[in-house]
Protein backbone atom coordinates (compact mmCIF):
# COMPACT_ATOMS: atom_id res chain seq x y z
CA UNK A 1 0.00 0.00 0.00
CA UNK A 2 0.95 4.06 -0.16
CA UNK A 3 0.52 5.16 3.13
CA UNK A 4 1.02 8.79 1.97
CA UNK A 5 -2.13 9.08 0.14
CA UNK A 6 -4.63 7.92 2.98
CA UNK A 7 -2.89 9.93 5.56
CA UNK A 8 -3.41 13.01 2.80
CA UNK A 9 -6.98 11.98 2.80
CA UNK A 10 -7.11 12.62 6.21
CA UNK A 11 -5.14 15.78 6.15
CA UNK A 12 -7.59 17.32 3.67
CA UNK A 13 -10.32 16.54 5.83
CA UNK A 14 -8.81 17.87 8.83
CA UNK A 15 -8.10 21.27 6.67
CA UNK A 16 -12.05 21.41 4.78
CA UNK A 17 -12.92 20.15 8.57
CA UNK A 18 -11.87 23.69 10.39
CA UNK A 19 -12.48 25.54 7.34
CA UNK A 20 -15.91 24.97 8.62
CA UNK A 21 -15.25 26.05 12.00
CA UNK A 22 -14.09 28.94 11.28
CA UNK A 23 -15.82 30.46 8.40
CA UNK A 24 -18.83 28.53 8.21
CA UNK A 25 -22.11 30.16 8.37
CA UNK A 26 -22.28 31.13 11.89
CA UNK A 27 -19.09 31.49 12.38
CA UNK A 28 -18.85 34.82 14.21
CA UNK A 29 -17.06 36.72 17.18
CA UNK A 30 -13.26 35.92 17.53
CA UNK A 31 -11.06 33.04 17.06
CA UNK A 32 -12.06 31.77 20.62
CA UNK A 33 -16.01 31.86 20.16
CA UNK A 34 -15.49 30.46 16.50
CA UNK A 35 -13.69 27.40 18.26
CA UNK A 36 -16.84 26.97 21.09
CA UNK A 37 -19.01 24.19 20.43
CA UNK A 38 -22.88 24.64 21.47
CA UNK A 39 -22.94 23.94 24.77
CA UNK A 40 -26.41 22.45 26.75
CA UNK A 41 -28.17 23.72 30.30
CA UNK A 42 -26.60 21.54 32.64
CA UNK A 43 -22.76 22.80 30.91
CA UNK A 44 -23.67 26.47 30.92
CA UNK A 45 -26.30 27.17 33.16
CA UNK A 46 -29.78 28.41 32.09
CA UNK A 47 -33.63 27.40 32.68
CA UNK A 48 -35.33 24.41 32.30
CA UNK A 49 -39.39 23.63 32.95
CA UNK A 50 -41.63 20.89 33.25
CA UNK A 51 -45.10 20.97 32.25
CA UNK A 52 -47.77 18.38 33.36
CA UNK A 53 -50.71 17.92 30.93
CA UNK A 54 -54.17 18.08 32.74
CA UNK A 55 -57.07 17.41 30.34
CA UNK A 56 -58.14 18.86 26.80
CA UNK A 57 -59.90 21.95 26.40
CA UNK A 58 -62.75 19.66 25.81
CA UNK A 59 -62.02 17.83 29.39
CA UNK A 60 -60.94 14.89 28.18
CA UNK A 61 -57.45 12.88 29.10
CA UNK A 62 -54.34 14.19 26.67
CA UNK A 63 -53.93 11.65 24.14
CA UNK A 64 -50.16 11.25 22.60
CA UNK A 65 -51.33 12.68 19.51
CA UNK A 66 -52.52 15.92 21.88
CA UNK A 67 -49.41 16.03 23.43
CA UNK A 68 -47.29 15.88 20.26
CA UNK A 69 -49.60 18.86 19.14
CA UNK A 70 -49.03 21.01 22.36
CA UNK A 71 -45.32 19.92 22.30
CA UNK A 72 -44.55 21.34 18.59
CA UNK A 73 -46.82 24.53 19.27
CA UNK A 74 -45.04 24.96 22.56
CA UNK A 75 -41.64 25.01 20.96
CA UNK A 76 -43.07 27.21 18.32
CA UNK A 77 -44.10 29.65 20.89
CA UNK A 78 -40.11 29.43 22.10
CA UNK A 79 -38.88 29.76 18.58
CA UNK A 80 -40.64 32.71 18.15
CA UNK A 81 -39.15 34.65 21.35
CA UNK A 82 -35.80 34.79 19.44
CA UNK A 83 -35.27 31.61 21.42
CA UNK A 84 -33.41 29.52 18.76
CA UNK A 85 -31.61 26.84 21.18
CA UNK A 86 -34.22 25.55 23.66
CA UNK A 87 -34.80 21.97 23.43
CA UNK A 88 -38.76 20.88 24.05
CA UNK A 89 -39.19 17.36 24.65
CA UNK A 90 -42.14 14.96 25.65
CA UNK A 91 -41.58 12.83 28.68
CA UNK A 92 -43.65 10.02 29.11
CA UNK A 93 -47.49 10.52 28.61
CA UNK A 94 -48.04 13.89 30.10
CA UNK A 95 -44.89 15.87 30.84
CA UNK A 96 -43.87 18.68 28.45
CA UNK A 97 -39.32 19.52 29.38
CA UNK A 98 -38.30 22.47 28.38
CA UNK A 99 -34.84 23.19 28.69
CA UNK A 100 -33.16 26.99 27.34
CA UNK A 101 -29.35 27.14 28.41
CA UNK A 102 -27.30 30.16 28.17
CA UNK A 103 -29.38 32.24 29.79
CA UNK A 104 -32.52 32.26 33.17
CA UNK A 105 -35.95 33.20 31.76
CA UNK A 106 -39.57 32.96 32.64
CA UNK A 107 -40.62 30.43 30.34
CA UNK A 108 -44.16 30.02 31.76
CA UNK A 109 -46.15 31.66 29.31
CA UNK A 110 -44.94 29.20 26.45
CA UNK A 111 -47.66 26.81 28.17
CA UNK A 112 -50.28 28.76 28.15
CA UNK A 113 -53.76 27.37 27.40
CA UNK A 114 -56.00 29.96 26.23
CA UNK A 115 -57.23 30.51 22.97
CA UNK A 116 -56.42 33.19 20.87
CA UNK A 117 -59.31 35.62 20.30
CA UNK A 118 -60.37 38.40 18.12
CA UNK A 119 -62.57 40.78 19.77
CA UNK A 120 -63.48 44.78 18.82
CA UNK A 121 -62.25 47.40 21.77
CA UNK A 122 -65.76 48.91 22.85
CA UNK A 123 -64.47 51.23 25.56
CA UNK A 124 -61.18 52.27 27.48
CA UNK A 125 -61.14 52.86 31.05
CA UNK A 126 -58.51 53.21 33.59
CA UNK A 127 -56.91 49.73 35.34
CA UNK A 128 -54.85 51.19 37.88
CA UNK A 129 -57.11 49.89 40.66
CA UNK A 130 -56.10 52.87 42.50
CA UNK A 131 -58.59 55.19 45.40
CA UNK A 132 -59.28 58.49 44.31
CA UNK A 133 -56.37 60.23 43.11
CA UNK A 134 -56.21 63.69 40.92
CA UNK A 135 -53.45 61.75 38.49
CA UNK A 136 -55.60 58.34 38.22
CA UNK A 137 -58.93 60.58 36.87
CA UNK A 138 -56.50 62.46 34.46
CA UNK A 139 -55.31 59.54 32.59
CA UNK A 140 -58.51 57.68 33.21
CA UNK A 141 -59.78 58.96 29.29
CA UNK A 142 -56.65 56.99 27.42
CA UNK A 143 -56.58 57.76 24.26
CA UNK A 144 -54.70 54.97 21.96
CA UNK A 145 -52.34 57.98 21.21
CA UNK A 146 -51.27 58.14 24.73
CA UNK A 147 -50.43 54.75 25.89
CA UNK A 148 -46.07 54.28 26.03
CA UNK A 149 -45.88 51.57 23.70
CA UNK A 150 -45.64 51.93 20.01
CA UNK A 151 -48.99 52.15 18.23
CA UNK A 152 -49.52 49.82 15.26
CA UNK A 153 -53.10 49.50 12.86
CA UNK A 154 -54.20 46.58 10.39
CA UNK A 155 -54.38 47.75 6.62
CA UNK A 156 -55.01 45.18 4.06
CA UNK A 157 -52.55 44.54 1.49
CA UNK A 158 -52.42 46.25 -2.23
CA UNK A 159 -55.19 43.01 -3.36
CA UNK A 160 -57.76 44.02 -0.92
CA UNK A 161 -61.06 46.00 -1.01
CA UNK A 162 -59.28 49.73 0.72
CA UNK A 163 -55.85 50.48 1.28
CA UNK A 164 -54.47 52.83 3.41
CA UNK A 165 -51.09 54.17 4.64
CA UNK A 166 -49.55 52.76 8.32
CA UNK A 167 -51.05 54.86 11.10
CA UNK A 168 -50.52 55.08 14.77
CA UNK A 169 -53.52 55.10 16.32
CA UNK A 170 -54.48 52.00 18.32
CA UNK A 171 -51.96 49.62 20.37
CA UNK A 172 -49.18 47.72 18.75
CA UNK A 173 -46.84 44.63 18.76
CA UNK A 174 -44.27 45.75 21.49
CA UNK A 175 -46.91 45.10 24.39
CA UNK A 176 -46.73 41.29 23.92
CA UNK A 177 -43.56 41.62 25.87
CA UNK A 178 -45.43 43.29 29.15
CA UNK A 179 -48.87 41.96 28.37
CA UNK A 180 -48.34 38.21 29.40
CA UNK A 181 -49.25 38.34 32.77
CA UNK A 182 -46.61 37.06 35.56
CA UNK A 183 -49.09 35.27 37.64
CA UNK A 184 -50.90 33.95 34.88
CA UNK A 185 -48.62 30.78 34.37
CA UNK A 186 -49.72 26.97 33.38
CA UNK A 187 -50.28 26.43 36.92
CA UNK A 188 -53.35 28.49 37.25
CA UNK A 189 -55.37 26.16 35.15
CA UNK A 190 -58.79 26.29 36.07
CA UNK A 191 -58.83 23.14 37.08
CA UNK A 192 -56.36 22.76 40.29
CA UNK A 193 -58.71 25.53 41.65
CA UNK A 194 -60.09 23.16 44.38
CA UNK A 195 -56.92 22.26 45.68
CA UNK A 196 -56.40 25.47 46.79
CA UNK A 197 -59.98 25.88 48.65
CA UNK A 198 -63.53 25.12 48.45
CA UNK A 199 -64.79 26.87 45.35
CA UNK A 200 -68.48 26.34 44.72
CA UNK A 201 -69.18 24.52 40.81
CA UNK A 202 -71.64 27.28 39.36
CA UNK A 203 -71.01 30.39 38.28
CA UNK A 204 -73.85 31.92 39.73
CA UNK A 205 -72.70 30.17 43.09
CA UNK A 206 -68.93 31.59 43.01
CA UNK A 207 -70.59 35.24 42.71
CA UNK A 208 -72.97 34.62 45.59
CA UNK A 209 -69.78 33.87 47.56
CA UNK A 210 -68.18 36.98 45.85
CA UNK A 211 -70.86 39.41 46.69
CA UNK A 212 -70.96 37.93 50.61
CA UNK A 213 -67.52 38.59 50.95
CA UNK A 214 -67.76 42.16 49.48
CA UNK A 215 -71.06 42.99 51.43
CA UNK A 216 -74.35 44.08 50.23
CA UNK A 217 -73.68 47.36 50.04
CA UNK A 218 -70.45 47.34 47.59
CA UNK A 219 -72.34 44.81 45.49
CA UNK A 220 -75.54 46.81 45.26
CA UNK A 221 -72.79 50.21 44.60
CA UNK A 222 -71.24 47.94 41.37
CA UNK A 223 -74.12 46.57 40.16
CA UNK A 224 -75.64 50.24 39.57
CA UNK A 225 -72.81 51.02 37.57
CA UNK A 226 -73.25 52.21 34.06
CA UNK A 227 -69.84 53.26 33.42
CA UNK A 228 -66.61 53.57 35.22
CA UNK A 229 -67.49 55.89 38.14
CA UNK A 230 -64.95 59.25 38.75
CA UNK A 231 -64.21 58.11 42.68
CA UNK A 232 -62.59 62.03 43.23
CA UNK A 233 -66.06 62.98 42.65
CA UNK A 234 -68.15 61.07 45.03
CA UNK A 235 -65.11 59.77 47.89
CA UNK A 236 -68.69 57.85 49.57
CA UNK A 237 -68.56 55.58 46.54
CA UNK A 238 -64.92 55.51 46.36
CA UNK A 239 -65.35 53.57 50.22
CA UNK A 240 -68.52 51.49 49.12
CA UNK A 241 -65.86 50.04 46.83
CA UNK A 242 -63.01 49.34 47.84
CA UNK A 243 -63.97 45.98 49.34
CA UNK A 244 -63.28 44.84 45.28
CA UNK A 245 -59.90 46.17 45.08
CA UNK A 246 -59.49 43.56 47.81
CA UNK A 247 -60.60 40.32 45.51
CA UNK A 248 -58.40 37.58 44.08
CA UNK A 249 -57.70 37.31 40.48
CA UNK A 250 -60.27 33.97 40.55
CA UNK A 251 -62.61 35.99 42.04
CA UNK A 252 -62.88 38.92 40.00
CA UNK A 253 -62.99 36.37 36.84
CA UNK A 254 -66.68 35.29 38.15
CA UNK A 255 -68.14 38.56 37.82
CA UNK A 256 -69.92 40.35 34.79
CA UNK A 257 -67.52 41.71 32.62
CA UNK A 258 -69.28 45.10 32.69
CA UNK A 259 -68.50 45.13 36.21
CA UNK A 260 -65.09 44.05 35.88
CA UNK A 261 -65.23 47.22 33.68
CA UNK A 262 -67.32 49.73 35.49
CA UNK A 263 -65.70 48.85 38.99
CA UNK A 264 -62.61 51.18 39.18
CA UNK A 265 -61.20 49.83 42.15
CA UNK A 266 -61.00 46.76 40.09
CA UNK A 267 -56.97 46.93 38.70
CA UNK A 268 -55.07 45.44 36.24
CA UNK A 269 -52.97 42.92 38.86
CA UNK A 270 -56.56 41.64 39.28
CA UNK A 271 -57.43 41.08 35.92
CA UNK A 272 -54.05 39.45 35.11
CA UNK A 273 -54.08 36.94 37.85
CA UNK A 274 -57.41 35.45 36.31
CA UNK A 275 -57.17 32.05 34.87
CA UNK A 276 -56.23 31.62 31.97
CA UNK A 277 -59.09 30.50 30.70
CA UNK A 278 -61.21 32.83 32.10
CA UNK A 279 -62.56 34.69 29.16
CA UNK A 280 -62.10 32.11 26.49
CA UNK A 281 -66.02 32.03 26.21
CA UNK A 282 -66.36 33.64 22.74
CA UNK A 283 -69.75 34.60 23.24
CA UNK A 284 -69.83 36.47 25.95
CA UNK A 285 -68.16 39.75 26.13
CA UNK A 286 -64.69 40.36 28.20
CA UNK A 287 -62.68 43.05 30.01
CA UNK A 288 -58.50 42.51 29.69
CA UNK A 289 -55.79 44.96 29.86
CA UNK A 290 -53.02 46.13 27.82
CA UNK A 291 -49.88 47.46 28.76
CA UNK A 292 -50.79 46.55 32.25
CA UNK A 293 -53.23 50.23 33.16
CA UNK A 294 -55.54 50.09 30.47
CA UNK A 295 -58.71 48.03 31.21
CA UNK A 296 -60.62 47.24 27.34
CA UNK A 297 -64.41 46.53 27.31
CA UNK A 298 -64.50 43.61 24.32
CA UNK A 299 -67.24 42.72 22.06
CA UNK A 300 -67.91 39.07 21.79
CA UNK A 301 -65.05 37.13 19.44
CA UNK A 302 -66.24 37.01 15.99
CA UNK A 303 -62.50 35.41 14.70
CA UNK A 304 -60.27 32.83 16.55
CA UNK A 305 -57.09 32.09 16.12
CA UNK A 306 -58.44 29.05 14.56
CA UNK A 307 -59.14 30.79 12.01
CA UNK A 308 -55.74 32.50 11.07
CA UNK A 309 -53.92 30.06 8.51
CA UNK A 310 -50.61 31.85 9.08
CA UNK A 311 -48.78 34.78 10.23
CA UNK A 312 -45.33 35.60 9.84
CA UNK A 313 -42.70 39.07 10.49
CA UNK A 314 -41.92 40.48 7.15
CA UNK A 315 -40.97 43.91 5.57
CA UNK A 316 -43.54 46.05 3.79
CA UNK A 317 -42.57 48.83 0.56
CA UNK A 318 -40.79 51.10 3.19
CA UNK A 319 -38.62 48.54 5.06
CA UNK A 320 -40.39 48.94 8.21
CA UNK A 321 -41.25 45.29 9.98
CA UNK A 322 -45.08 44.25 9.75
CA UNK A 323 -46.96 41.02 10.22
CA UNK A 324 -48.53 39.51 7.80
CA UNK A 325 -52.19 37.81 8.32
CA UNK A 326 -53.40 34.86 6.13
CA UNK A 327 -56.51 33.43 7.02
CA UNK A 328 -58.76 30.40 6.13
CA UNK A 329 -61.50 30.05 4.09
CA UNK A 330 -64.45 30.12 6.48
CA UNK A 331 -61.71 32.86 8.62
CA UNK A 332 -61.45 35.30 6.07
CA UNK A 333 -65.40 35.54 6.03
CA UNK A 334 -65.33 36.15 9.41
CA UNK A 335 -62.21 38.75 9.24
CA UNK A 336 -64.10 40.33 6.85
CA UNK A 337 -67.45 40.89 8.70
CA UNK A 338 -65.33 41.94 11.82
CA UNK A 339 -63.23 44.71 9.79
CA UNK A 340 -66.08 46.36 8.03
CA UNK A 341 -68.02 46.16 11.15
CA UNK A 342 -64.88 47.98 13.24
CA UNK A 343 -64.14 50.58 10.01
CA UNK A 344 -67.80 51.71 9.70
CA UNK A 345 -68.26 51.37 13.61
CA UNK A 346 -71.69 48.91 12.92
CA UNK A 347 -73.02 46.44 15.24
CA UNK A 348 -72.23 47.20 19.24
CA UNK A 349 -70.29 50.70 18.75
CA UNK A 350 -67.44 51.65 19.97
CA UNK A 351 -67.17 54.93 21.95
CA UNK A 352 -64.86 57.68 21.55
CA UNK A 353 -62.19 56.08 24.45
CA UNK A 354 -61.54 53.30 22.03
CA UNK A 355 -61.09 54.91 18.83
CA UNK A 356 -57.76 55.52 17.25
CA UNK A 357 -56.71 58.72 15.88
CA UNK A 358 -58.45 58.71 12.98
CA UNK A 359 -61.39 57.82 14.20
CA UNK A 360 -61.59 53.96 13.64
CA UNK A 361 -62.31 51.42 15.93
CA UNK A 362 -59.79 48.68 17.25
CA UNK A 363 -59.85 44.87 17.37
CA UNK A 364 -57.69 43.25 20.60
CA UNK A 365 -55.68 40.20 19.66
CA UNK A 366 -56.40 38.43 23.26
CA UNK A 367 -54.42 35.42 24.57
CA UNK A 368 -54.65 34.60 28.27
CA UNK A 369 -56.53 37.21 29.36
CA UNK A 370 -54.25 39.73 27.98
CA UNK A 371 -53.96 42.14 25.12
CA UNK A 372 -51.18 41.18 22.52
CA UNK A 373 -52.22 43.81 20.23
CA UNK A 374 -54.62 46.16 19.37
CA UNK A 375 -54.78 47.98 16.11
CA UNK A 376 -56.97 50.10 14.67
CA UNK A 377 -58.68 49.06 11.40
CA UNK A 378 -58.35 50.77 8.12
CA UNK A 379 -60.19 49.41 5.59
CA UNK A 380 -62.32 46.21 5.04
CA UNK A 381 -60.23 43.47 4.97
CA UNK A 382 -61.16 41.15 2.05
CA UNK A 383 -57.81 39.47 1.50
CA UNK A 384 -54.72 39.44 2.88
CA UNK A 385 -53.78 41.95 5.94
CA UNK A 386 -51.26 43.23 7.57
CA UNK A 387 -50.71 44.55 11.11
CA UNK A 388 -48.27 47.47 11.02
CA UNK A 389 -46.74 49.55 13.43
CA UNK A 390 -43.18 51.12 15.34
CA UNK A 391 -41.92 46.84 15.27
CA UNK A 392 -38.74 45.74 15.64
CA UNK A 393 -38.05 42.36 13.76
CA UNK A 394 -38.02 40.84 17.43
CA UNK A 395 -41.64 42.39 18.54
CA UNK A 396 -42.92 41.59 14.68
CA UNK A 397 -41.68 38.07 14.85
CA UNK A 398 -42.71 37.87 18.87
CA UNK A 399 -46.43 38.97 17.46
CA UNK A 400 -46.26 36.59 14.70
CA UNK A 401 -45.73 33.43 17.28
CA UNK A 402 -48.42 34.70 18.84
CA UNK A 403 -50.80 34.57 16.22
CA UNK A 404 -49.74 31.55 14.75
CA UNK A 405 -49.36 29.49 17.82
CA UNK A 406 -51.78 31.05 20.22
CA UNK A 407 -54.15 27.88 21.01
CA UNK A 408 -52.41 24.61 22.81
CA UNK A 409 -55.02 21.58 22.26
CA UNK A 410 -54.18 20.77 25.89
CA UNK A 411 -53.92 22.19 29.40
CA UNK A 412 -50.90 22.57 31.55
CA UNK A 413 -49.64 22.47 35.28
CA UNK A 414 -46.15 23.95 35.67
CA UNK A 415 -44.70 21.52 37.98
CA UNK A 416 -41.07 22.23 38.18
CA UNK A 417 -38.86 25.45 36.67
CA UNK A 418 -35.44 25.21 37.66
CA UNK A 419 -32.67 27.84 37.13
CA UNK A 420 -29.09 26.45 36.61
CA UNK A 421 -26.58 29.11 37.31
CA UNK A 422 -23.77 29.68 35.26
CA UNK A 423 -21.38 28.97 37.73
CA UNK A 424 -22.84 25.43 38.36
CA UNK A 425 -22.85 24.36 34.86
CA UNK A 426 -19.01 25.53 34.31
CA UNK A 427 -18.47 23.42 37.07
CA UNK A 428 -20.26 20.55 35.15
CA UNK A 429 -18.03 21.42 32.28
CA UNK A 430 -15.24 21.23 33.74
CA UNK A 431 -16.07 18.00 35.28
CA UNK A 432 -17.07 16.26 32.38
CA UNK A 433 -13.47 17.37 30.44
CA UNK A 434 -11.66 16.51 34.12
CA UNK A 435 -13.17 12.81 33.86
CA UNK A 436 -12.79 12.91 30.01
CA UNK A 437 -8.68 13.67 29.95
CA UNK A 438 -8.34 11.35 32.99
CA UNK A 439 -9.49 8.24 31.10
CA UNK A 440 -7.52 9.59 28.17
CA UNK A 441 -4.27 9.88 30.13
CA UNK A 442 -4.65 6.91 31.26
CA UNK A 443 -5.40 4.74 28.00
CA UNK A 444 -2.24 6.52 26.39
CA UNK A 445 0.08 5.38 29.97
CA UNK A 446 -1.29 1.37 29.64
CA UNK A 447 -0.48 1.59 26.35
CA UNK A 448 3.58 3.14 26.24
CA UNK A 449 3.85 0.80 29.36
CA UNK A 450 2.46 -2.11 27.26
CA UNK A 451 3.10 -1.34 23.81
CA UNK A 452 6.13 1.03 24.06
CA UNK A 453 6.75 2.68 20.67
CA UNK A 454 3.37 1.15 19.53
CA UNK A 455 1.98 3.80 22.53
CA UNK A 456 2.96 6.73 20.38
CA UNK A 457 0.81 5.59 17.21
CA UNK A 458 -2.23 5.01 19.99
CA UNK A 459 -1.37 8.67 21.08
CA UNK A 460 -1.12 10.62 17.86
CA UNK A 461 -4.04 7.75 17.10
CA UNK A 462 -6.06 9.71 20.29
CA UNK A 463 -4.82 13.34 19.29
CA UNK A 464 -6.28 13.11 15.29
CA UNK A 465 -9.72 11.68 16.60
CA UNK A 466 -10.20 14.50 19.45
CA UNK A 467 -9.50 17.08 16.59
CA UNK A 468 -11.93 15.55 13.93
CA UNK A 469 -14.74 15.02 16.73
CA UNK A 470 -13.31 18.91 18.54
CA UNK A 471 -14.29 20.03 14.96
CA UNK A 472 -17.11 18.05 13.92
CA UNK A 473 -19.15 19.51 17.19
CA UNK A 474 -18.26 22.70 16.64
CA UNK A 475 -19.80 22.50 12.78
CA UNK A 476 -22.80 20.14 14.04
CA UNK A 477 -23.94 22.72 16.63
CA UNK A 478 -23.98 25.00 14.20
CA UNK A 479 -25.71 22.87 10.98
CA UNK A 480 -27.83 21.02 12.78
CA UNK A 481 -28.27 22.58 16.38
CA UNK A 482 -26.54 19.54 18.30
CA UNK A 483 -26.17 20.45 21.79
CA UNK A 484 -22.97 18.66 23.71
CA UNK A 485 -24.20 18.18 27.54
CA UNK A 486 -22.37 16.42 30.03
CA UNK A 487 -24.69 13.20 28.65
CA UNK A 488 -22.80 13.44 25.39
CA UNK A 489 -19.16 13.79 27.21
CA UNK A 490 -19.73 10.78 28.30
CA UNK A 491 -20.69 9.20 25.54
CA UNK A 492 -17.39 10.49 24.29
CA UNK A 493 -15.75 8.92 27.18
CA UNK A 494 -17.25 5.42 26.52
CA UNK A 495 -16.23 5.60 22.95
CA UNK A 496 -12.36 5.95 24.54
CA UNK A 497 -12.75 2.12 25.16
CA UNK A 498 -14.20 1.41 21.68
CA UNK A 499 -10.77 3.46 20.27
CA UNK A 500 -8.40 1.06 22.74
CA UNK A 501 -10.83 -2.03 21.68
CA UNK A 502 -9.31 -1.64 18.25
CA UNK A 503 -5.88 -0.91 19.09
CA UNK A 504 -5.75 -4.08 20.95
CA UNK A 505 -7.40 -6.28 18.32
CA UNK A 506 -4.91 -4.91 15.78
CA UNK A 507 -1.81 -4.91 18.02
CA UNK A 508 -2.15 -8.65 19.31
CA UNK A 509 -2.81 -9.79 16.26
CA UNK A 510 0.61 -8.20 15.04
CA UNK A 511 2.26 -10.58 17.54
CA UNK A 512 0.49 -13.04 16.79
CA UNK A 513 1.62 -12.63 13.38
CA UNK A 514 5.54 -12.44 14.73
CA UNK A 515 4.97 -15.44 16.81
CA UNK A 516 4.28 -17.18 13.77
CA UNK A 517 7.90 -16.50 12.66
CA UNK A 518 7.13 -13.68 10.47
CA UNK A 519 8.86 -10.06 10.34
CA UNK A 520 7.78 -7.46 11.22
CA UNK A 521 7.61 -5.41 7.57
CA UNK A 522 5.45 -8.88 6.41
CA UNK A 523 3.41 -8.92 9.82
CA UNK A 524 1.72 -6.32 9.48
CA UNK A 525 -0.22 -6.02 5.98
CA UNK A 526 -1.21 -9.45 7.15
CA UNK A 527 -2.05 -8.48 11.15
CA UNK A 528 -4.56 -5.67 9.09
CA UNK A 529 -6.06 -7.87 7.03
CA UNK A 530 -7.13 -10.06 9.49
CA UNK A 531 -7.90 -7.57 12.82
CA UNK A 532 -9.65 -5.48 10.18
CA UNK A 533 -12.85 -7.27 10.17
CA UNK A 534 -13.17 -7.84 13.94
CA UNK A 535 -12.42 -3.90 14.54
CA UNK A 536 -15.28 -3.03 11.42
CA UNK A 537 -17.63 -5.60 13.16
CA UNK A 538 -16.89 -4.30 16.70
CA UNK A 539 -17.23 -1.01 15.75
CA UNK A 540 -20.25 -1.16 13.67
CA UNK A 541 -22.68 -2.82 16.22
CA UNK A 542 -21.22 0.16 18.46
CA UNK A 543 -22.78 2.34 15.71
CA UNK A 544 -26.13 0.39 15.39
CA UNK A 545 -26.63 0.52 19.07
CA UNK A 546 -26.21 4.08 19.31
CA UNK A 547 -28.40 4.71 16.40
CA UNK A 548 -31.07 2.94 18.40
CA UNK A 549 -30.63 4.64 21.65
CA UNK A 550 -30.70 8.07 19.63
CA UNK A 551 -34.35 6.33 17.92
CA UNK A 552 -35.90 5.12 21.30
CA UNK A 553 -35.14 7.85 23.63
CA UNK A 554 -35.73 11.26 24.70
CA UNK A 555 -33.48 14.47 26.18
CA UNK A 556 -30.10 14.31 27.37
CA UNK A 557 -30.18 10.80 26.16
CA UNK A 558 -29.92 11.58 22.79
CA UNK A 559 -27.19 13.34 23.55
CA UNK A 560 -24.83 10.44 24.76
CA UNK A 561 -26.45 8.36 22.03
CA UNK A 562 -25.09 11.16 19.32
CA UNK A 563 -21.96 11.57 21.24
CA UNK A 564 -21.15 7.90 21.02
CA UNK A 565 -22.21 7.03 17.49
CA UNK A 566 -20.39 10.39 16.14
CA UNK A 567 -17.29 9.50 17.90
CA UNK A 568 -17.05 5.95 16.77
CA UNK A 569 -17.46 6.53 13.21
CA UNK A 570 -14.57 8.50 13.57
CA UNK A 571 -12.86 6.27 15.14
CA UNK A 572 -13.05 3.81 12.53
CA UNK A 573 -11.94 6.98 10.15
CA UNK A 574 -9.03 7.06 11.77
CA UNK A 575 -7.83 3.64 12.01
CA UNK A 576 -8.59 3.18 7.96
CA UNK A 577 -6.84 6.95 7.04
CA UNK A 578 -3.93 7.20 10.37
CA UNK A 579 -3.57 4.08 12.46
CA UNK A 580 -2.75 1.43 9.93
CA UNK A 581 -0.99 4.02 7.64
CA UNK A 582 1.25 4.87 10.20
CA UNK A 583 2.52 1.41 11.02
CA UNK A 584 3.00 0.53 7.38
CA UNK A 585 5.33 3.41 7.72
CA UNK A 586 6.84 2.61 11.08
CA UNK A 587 7.49 -1.00 9.96
CA UNK A 588 10.00 0.17 7.36
CA UNK A 589 11.87 1.39 9.82
CA UNK A 590 14.90 0.04 11.59
CA UNK A 591 13.40 1.54 15.02
CA UNK A 592 10.88 -0.84 14.62
CA UNK A 593 12.58 -3.73 13.67
CA UNK A 594 13.99 -3.71 17.18
CA UNK A 595 11.55 -5.65 19.75
CA UNK A 596 13.09 -3.96 22.65
CA UNK A 597 12.08 -0.41 20.92
CA UNK A 598 9.18 -1.36 19.50
CA UNK A 599 7.40 -3.29 22.00
CA UNK A 600 7.16 -6.60 19.83
CA UNK A 601 10.34 -8.36 22.24
CA UNK A 602 7.60 -10.21 24.24
CA UNK A 603 5.49 -11.15 20.99
CA UNK A 604 9.24 -12.67 19.47
CA UNK A 605 9.28 -16.63 20.71
CA UNK A 606 12.30 -17.96 22.42
CA UNK A 607 13.12 -20.10 19.60
CA UNK A 608 15.07 -23.51 20.80
CA UNK A 609 17.03 -25.66 18.44
CA UNK A 610 14.33 -27.94 17.45
CA UNK A 611 11.93 -25.42 16.61
CA UNK A 612 14.50 -23.42 14.16
CA UNK A 613 14.53 -26.29 11.08
CA UNK A 614 10.61 -26.57 11.32
CA UNK A 615 9.72 -22.42 11.91
CA UNK A 616 12.69 -21.37 9.30
CA UNK A 617 15.03 -23.61 7.30
CA UNK A 618 16.52 -21.50 5.49
CA UNK A 619 17.45 -19.42 8.11
CA UNK A 620 19.39 -22.48 9.46
CA UNK A 621 20.73 -22.95 5.64
CA UNK A 622 22.08 -19.47 6.27
Known amino acids: MRPGRQLAVLGGILVVLYLLVFFSGGASGGWKDRLEPRLGLDLVGGTRLTLEATNTLDGRAPTATNLEQARQIIESRVNAYGVAEAEVVTEGDRNIVISLPGENRDLSEVGSAAELRFRKVLKIADGSGALPSPAPTESAAPTPTGSPSPSGSVSPTPNAEATSSPSAGGQGGSAPTPTPTPSATPSATPSPTASEEPVPQS ?30 ADPSLAEKLKPFAELSGREVAVLPAQMQFNVPTIGCLQLDDRPPASISNADQPAVACEGGYAKNLLDVAKVLGTD ?136 IIYSFFYYRLLGSVIFLSLIMSALLLFGALVVLGRQIGFTLTLAGIAGIIVSLGVAADSFVIYFERLKDEIRDGRSPRSAVPRAWIRARRTI ?87
Request: include cysteine.
Open 203 to 232: IEEQRQAVEQKVGAEAWAAASALQAPADLT
Open 536 to 622: ISANAITIMSAVVLYIVSVGTVKGFAFALGLATVLDLLVVFLFRHPIMTMLARSKAFLSPRVSGLGRALPARSSEQSPSRNPRAKEA
Open 308 to 443: VASASAVRDQTAQWVVSLNFSGSGQEKWTNLTREAFHNEGQACDATALGDEGKCRVAVVLDNAIISSPQIQGVLTGNSQITGNFSNAEASELAGYLNYGALPVTFQAQEQQNVTATLGASHLRAGLLAAGIGMLLV
